[in-house]
T-cell receptor
Framework: TQLLEQSPQFLSIQEGENLTVYCNSS?????LQWYRQEPGEGPVLLVT?????EVKKLKRLTFQFGDARKDSSLHITAAQPGDTGLYLC???????????FGKGTTLSVSS | EPEVTQTPSHQVTQMGQEVILRCVPI?????FYWYRQILGQKVEFLVS????????KSEIFDDQFSVERPDGSNFTLKIRSTKLEDSAMYFC?????????????FGSGTQLSVL
């Protein structure tokens, strides 16, 4: 069974701080996706990484896929209250197979 | 942006009753999924559906669960005899036919409460 472990589970920071959340597994994934979920809503895709070592940037968010395609990180620069939410990573074992989700990191950014 | 629509948004049922959760995937999508999220826990895969048949299912998706695409637009999840532990937020998702990592669109979910 493929498992994705996310850390930290909870993160509470002040506006303007930087943070990194991690997504780790002992399994190799063909692709890995990061989602953000608001209360009462479904997850919304932020980014997909496919190639080992790949780095993608989305404004203040930087996503990295590990060289071995077993782990990923999300770095947020100068966090803002609007970044508050649940961040989920999800991996696909093979192309077209269902996504397996981590438990998520709940981020709270206060002003 | 196109949306996946789920109804109802909330469903309360008695243990042992049958429930049908409904989803309208994005119109030109070909792959359909059901996930669930028990309060405070992770999003769990239930089943995927492609070309009018189940393509993959998890251990959670036992004989009490079934899926159907009764027409060209709806995709339903039926739970035949609900149990207390079926209480969760159920998400429908769909995606088009594309390369690896094709974007998965989620609906807003149906909150199922089994009493």
């Amino acid at each position: 069974t493929q498992l994705l472990e996310q850390s930290p589970q909870f993160l509470s920071i002040q506006e303007g701080e930087n943070l990194t959340v991690y997504c780790n597994s002992s399994s190799v994934f063909s692709s890995l996706q990061w989602y953000r979920q608001e209360p009462g809503e479904g997850p919304v895709l932020l980014v997909t990484v496919v190639t080992g070592g790949e780095v993608k940037k989305l404004k203040r968010l930087t996503f990295q896929f590990g060289d071995a395609r077993k782990d990923s990180s999300l770095h947020i620069t100068a966090a803002q209250p609007g970044d508050t939410g649940l961040y989920l990573c999800a991996g696909a074992g093979q192309a077209g197979t269902a996504l397996i989700f981590g438990k998520g990191t709940t981020l709270s950014v206060s002003s | 942006e196109p949306e996946v629509t789920q109804t109802p948004s909330h469903q309360v049922t008695q243990m042992g009753q049958e429930v049908i959760l409904r989803c309208v995937p994005i119109s030109n999508h070909l792959y359909f999924y059901w996930y669930r999220q028990i309060l405070g826990q992770k999003v769990e895969f239930l089943v995927s559906f492609y070309n009018n048949e189940i393509s993959e299912k998890s251990e959670i998706f036992d004989d009490q669960f079934s899926v159907e695409r009764p027409d060209g637009s709806n995709f339903t999840l039926k739970i035949r005899s609900t149990k207390l532990e079926d209480s969760a937020m159920y998400f429908c998702a769909s995606r088009g036919q594309g390369a690896m990592g094709e974007k998965l669109f989620f609906g807003s979910g149906t909150q199922l409460s089994v009493l």
